[in-house]
């Protein structure tokens, strides 16, 4: 099983795997980009492609190989990412390790909802049951190709009719509960079917699997229109988007999507040949959904219901969209209320609608001088007062100066005054954050260059000339953390074998609390072997006169008295220092 592992970790080019999801550039013999786990605009997440090896060095500080990557990445057990690598690059892995019962249970509650996919969509197309609700579908101009392609389906109006079904496949209770697909009376008593007479829509993660279920009634007033599955284990609303296992290829061709309200508004655009479309749940775009399409694209448009809930979730998204560094705008649907309806009365329309998105900031004013009429001053006071926290978000300072200058003509008042306008909403809203929380505590330039020394040594093609030239000037002792002290001696044994330097041979000498530590200090250098050359030697002399001057200072500060030999003796050794730094 072991060698199985490794031999998918020696299939995998880590640069390409990671090339595929993030946008690499080349530093030294190291790779950089954003990281893809926290916001960040200075890159922090290094990829070495000489140990295979990832590590994020900002705020969230995680790392790994492969596997740990596509586990992350994709929300995965150890499990499940080892299969999907495995299928992806052709490794065959006879003897999984040790199963995980959460992993299996997980794989149970898909299957469950799998088979509930395939139940409802035979009531729909193959039984007489399903023929009320397929008529529906066809009188909204849903195609039977359409229906076929989302899984589209039936429940029956009978309390257990799924409940039954599912019983008959050896599936228990709790499996039914927990994947949301039945309700349980009361604590180890009976279920019955959470959707009865609704049409079914499949609720897939980006990877395809069914994780929950949207059903709508067919007709009255009775009951809600649409239920939802509950939060289980596999379905989660805040990073859930609807059709987007279909349509994600599209939207990372065409470098956009086209986010609606329901899962109508994402099936008759698709019919349509809009392919680049997903469907929100829930009532606003969340922070889990963009980091979700940010995979695919950076351009984000919303077509949101033309009412009151569609204008707030636009002003919603911008809160959330702004910081993560989104290109957002908004498609003004004419001839319908929704994409659903725009689509059916007139397809040619709603089409050049979704050519032409208006920036979300020109909706902003466009919506707010509709709201209030800029004729009079007290109307354009309101505009401004509307418009000054989303400008001051904006991050961008040449985006928020044009935009500025916008609100100046809208109003027709001088830039200077659209300026203040924003400034005051800054004033009267910062909240001063207690100085101790924001501090962030920089390494002491001690510690830093003992790290660059060791990174440099990491990444020479040889020790041996490195070594030569600043072994008399430091040992192992004169570095703060004692790790970095043992990792110095083994490089300076390492040094007198001569030849190459092989680090993945060299780390696997290591114990392990020490390869961890060299194989973070490799990723964190910053510049190749070459840069460092000239300025070695400098570095050692630095680190040895800290050294010195450390124990200086604790020997003087001691309640005993100072031991004069020793004082002496480190302050010649301070002055000839100083002299070596002088003539290097």
């Known amino acids: 099983m072991e060698s199985a592992i490794e031999k998918l970790k020696e299939r995998i080019d880590l640069v390409e795997l990671i090339g595929s999801y993030v946008q690499l550039k080349k530093a030294g013999r190291n790779f950089k980009g954003i990281c893809p786990f926290h916001q960040e605009k200075t890159p922090s997440f290094v990829v070495s492609p000489d140990r295979q090896l990832w590590r994020c060095f900002g705020s969230c500080g995680i790392g790994g190989d492969?596997?740990?990557?596509?586990?992350?990445?994709?929300?995965?057990?150890?499990?499940?990412?080892?299969?999907?690598?495995?299928?992806?690059?052709?490794?065959?892995?006879?003897?999984?390790?040790?199963?995980?019962?959460?992993?299996?249970?997980?794989?149970?509650?898909?299957?469950?909802?799998?088979?509930?996919?395939?139940?409802?969509?035979?009531?729909?197309?193959?039984?007489?049951?399903?023929?009320?609700?397929?008529?529906?579908?066809?009188?909204?101009?849903?195609?039977?190709?359409?229906?076929?392609?989302?899984?589209?389906?039936?429940?029956?109006?009978?309390?257990?009719?799924?409940?039954?079904?599912?019983?008959?496949?050896?599936?228990?209770?709790?499996?039914?509960?927990?994947?949301?697909?039945?309700?349980?009376?009361?604590?180890?008593?009976?279920?019955?079917?959470?959707?009865?007479?609704?049409?079914?829509?499949?609720?897939?993660?980006?990877?395809?699997?069914?994780?929950?279920?949207?059903?709508?009634?067919?007709?009255?007033?009775?009951?809600?229109?649409?239920?939802?599955?509950?939060?289980?284990?596999?379905?989660?609303?805040?990073?859930?988007?609807?059709?987007?296992?279909?349509?994600?290829?599209?939207?990372?061709?065409?470098?956009?999507?086209?986010?609606?309200?329901?899962?109508?508004?994402?099936?008759?655009?698709?019919?349509?040949?809009?392919?680049?479309?997903?469907?929100?749940?829930?009532?606003?775009?969340?922070?889990?959904?963009?980091?979700?399409?940010?995979?695919?694209?950076?351009?984000?448009?919303?077509?949101?219901?033309?009412?009151?809930?569609?204008?707030?979730?636009?002003?919603?998204?911008?809160?959330?969209?702004?910081?993560?560094?989104?290109?957002?705008?908004?498609?003004?649907?004419?001839?319908?209320?929704?994409?659903?309806?725009?689509?059916?009365?007139?397809?040619?329309?709603?089409?050049?609608?979704?050519?032409?998105?208006?920036?979300?900031?020109?909706?902003?004013?466009?919506?707010?001088?509709?709201?209030?009429?800029?004729?009079?001053?007290?109307?354009?006071?309101?505009?401004?007062?509307?418009?000054?926290?989303?400008?001051?978000?904006?991050?961008?300072?040449?985006?928020?100066?044009?935009?500025?200058?916008?609100?100046a003509k809208l109003l027709d008042v001088s830039e200077d005054a659209a300026g203040r306008v924003v400034r005051g909403y800054r004033k009267r809203h910062l909240i001063r954050p207690n100085k101790q929380e924001v501090q962030v505590k920089k390494p002491l330039r001690e510690l830093v260059i003992q790290q660059f020394l060791l990174e440099q040594l990491l990444h020479a093609p040889s020790l041996t000339p490195y070594m030569t030239e600043i072994q008399n000037i430091i040992t192992d002792d004169v570095f703060t953390a004692p790790s970095y002290g043992k990792l110095f001696t083994k490089l300076h044994e390492k040094a007198q074998e001569g030849g190459t330097f092989d680090i993945n041979a060299f780390i696997k000498t290591l114990p392990a609390e020490l390869a961890s530590v060299a194989d973070e200090l490799y990723l964190k250098a910053s510049s190749d072997e070459q840069s460092a050359t000239n300025s070695i030697k400098h570095i050692a002399l630095e680190i040895k006169r800290n050294a010195l001057r450390s124990k200086l200072k604790n020997i003087l500060n001691s309640a005993s008295e100072a031991d004069e030999e020793i004082l002496k003796e480190l302050q010649a050794q301070l002055k000839e220092l100083e002299k070596m730094s002088s003539t290097v």
């Open 66 to 407: 492969a596997i740990a990557f596509y586990m992350k990445y994709e929300n995965l057990s150890f499990l499940e990412a080892l299969t999907d690598l495995a299928t992806r690059y052709g490794i065959v892995i006879e003897k999984m390790p040790v199963e995980d019962k959460i992993v299996h249970y997980k794989e149970r509650l898909i299957k469950v909802n799998q088979v509930a996919t395939d139940f409802y969509h035979y009531i729909l197309t193959k039984s007489s049951i399903g023929k009320p609700a397929l008529d529906y579908l066809k009188n909204r101009s849903i195609s039977d190709k359409i229906i076929e392609t989302f899984q589209l389906g039936y429940s029956p109006s009978s309390w257990d009719s799924l409940t039954r079904f599912l019983h008959t496949k050896k599936f228990e209770n709790k499996e039914l509960v927990d994947s949301g697909l039945c309700v349980q009376k009361q604590m180890g008593g009976s279920v019955y079917d959470r959707f009865r007479g609704r049409v079914m829509f499949p609720l897939k993660d980006h990877r395809g699997n069914t994780v929950g279920f949207s059903g709508r009634i067919l007709s009255g007033d009775s009951e809600a229109k649409y239920v939802n599955t509950p939060e289980t284990t596999l379905y989660h609303k805040r990073s859930m988007l609807f059709g987007l296992h279909l349509t994600k290829d599209a939207v990372k061709k065409e470098n956009k999507i086209i986010l609606v309200e329901g899962e109508f508004d994402v099936i008759m655009p698709f019919q349509q040949g809009v392919s680049a479309i997903a469907a929100i749940k829930g009532s606003a775009l969340t922070t889990e959904q963009l980091q979700l399409i940010k995979r695919y694209t950076n351009r984000v448009y919303l077509a949101l219901d033309a009412d009151k809930a569609g204008e707030e979730a636009i002003r919603r998204a911008i809160e959330v969209a702004e910081p993560m560094g989104f290109e957002l705008g908004v498609i003004v649907i004419d001839g319908g209320k929704d994409p659903d309806e725009a689509v059916r009365t007139n397809e040619i329309e709603f089409k050049k609608s979704l050519e032409h998105p208006i920036p979300v900031y020109d909706f902003l004013m466009q919506m707010f001088a509709k709201k209030y009429p800029p004729s009079d001053p007290f109307n354009k006071k309101q505009i401004g007062e509307e418009m000054a926290p989303f400008l001051y978000a904006i991050t961008n300072p040449i985006v928020q100066s044009y935009y500025i200058k916008q609100l």
